[in-house]
């Protein structure tokens, strides 16, 4: 069982990326999977969360990053994407993913709700 965070890198304010979370060995549709990110010297926070697939595939975001971020699932690849659009120096921070077995629609985001994680991928906004 894993769980593989990629896709970061060094990005231009203003600039865009698609992170990639893949599973090996379980199926990412059957549970809520979560972004979360934590800056240098600040706690983790959550990002956003895709439900299970018997769940309906619902959408979650932290209200300050509506509109720029958008979280997605490809059933065939195993894979849960994060794209993040107009990049800030406040996204700079390393993006976790992670697995869990919630499916309320009240506070999704909470990371004490998560139990599998997968090492972080390090975004980097800066001119």
């Known amino acids: 069982v894993q769980l593989q965070a990629s896709g970061g890198g060094l990005v231009q304010p203003g600039g865009s990326l698609r992170l990639s979370c893949a599973a090996s060995g379980f199926s990412l549709a059957d549970y809520t999977i979560g972004w979360f990110r934590q800056a240098p010297g600040k706690e983790r926070e959550g990002v956003s969360c895709i439900m299970s697939s018997s769940s309906d595939d619902a959408t979650y975001y932290r209200d300050s990053l509506k509109g720029r971020f958008t979280i997605s699932r490809d059933n065939a690849k195993n894979t849960v994407y994060l794209e993040i659009n107009n990049l800030k120096p406040e996204d700079t921070a390393v993006y976790y993913c992670?697995?869990?077995?919630?499916?309320?629609?009240?506070?999704?985001?909470?990371?004490?709700?998560?139990?599998?994680w997968g090492q972080g991928t390090l975004v980097t906004v800066s001119s």
């Open positions: 992670a697995t869990s077995r919630y499916s309320s629609s009240w506070s999704p985001l909470r990371l004490m709700l998560y139990d599998y």
